[in-house]
């Protein structure tokens, strides 16, 4: 048996993943050599192929936005238009097979004393901001009004994709290290 299954969808949507080789479920998470090697390019190829998606939906919204065509199909539309989803959040996961919770500090000012102050930030829902080489600059995304990161589930669970917010907290990260990525549905982040 092949240790590995072509996966090539001709539809536009799939367009970005194609060809694409993904791991069988018997071989997930081995140690050996060839296989970490394998791993990496694996978690590379589907940042890029998020990346690529991403740009392309901004690209998209940029053509839609200076065309007249835009205006008069805004003004003859039968219902209010639908904001098209922009990012592809996903999980990546350490090289044990365990969620990765990425850390981050921001700045705010605090209301009553006027000083500004650092709040850490933690978050195991990311999006791709950039790629190079083996290296990826990842934003932590968060859910509004709820912040709990205990674990993976506790910050998704009854979780509504487009309450999910960009914090502008971003990392830089060695893709080496990743064994697995785990996409989330398509949402709109402003």
């Keep these: 048996m092949d240790r590995y299954r072509s996966y090539r969808e001709h539809d536009d949507k799939n367009r970005f993943f194609s060809p694409y080789r993904y791991e069988s479920s018997d071989d997930h998470c081995m140690d050996t050599r060839e296989k970490k090697d394998d791993r990496k390019s694996c978690v590379k190829d589907i940042l890029k192929a998020i990346l690529h998606a991403q740009k392309e939906v901004e690209k998209q919204k940029m053509e839609h936005r200076s065309s007249c065509k835009s205006c008069f199909d805004d003004l003859f539309a039968e219902k209010k238009k639908e904001i098209k989803k922009n990012t592809i959040p996903f999980i990546l996961y350490n090289e044990d097979c365990k969620p990765f919770k990425a850390i981050g500090v921001m700045e705010y000012t605090c209301q009553q004393t006027k000083q500004t102050k650092l709040s850490c930030v933690s978050s195991y829902i990311l ?16 859910f509004k009004h709820d912040h709990r990161t205990q674990n993976v589930c506790c910050q998704i669970n009854h979780k509504e ?6 914090t502008g907290i971003c990392i830089t990260v060695d893709l080496s290290c990743f064994c697995a990525v785990s996409c989330l549905p398509a949402a709109c982040l402003h």
Excluded: T
Excluded at 132 to 138: G, I, K, P, R, Y
Excluded at 161 to 166: M, R, S
């Design 161 to 166: 994709a487009k309450d999910l917010v960009g």
């Design 127 to 142: 999006k791709i901001k950039e790629l190079d080489d083996n290296c990826a600059v990842l934003e932590l995304l968060v």
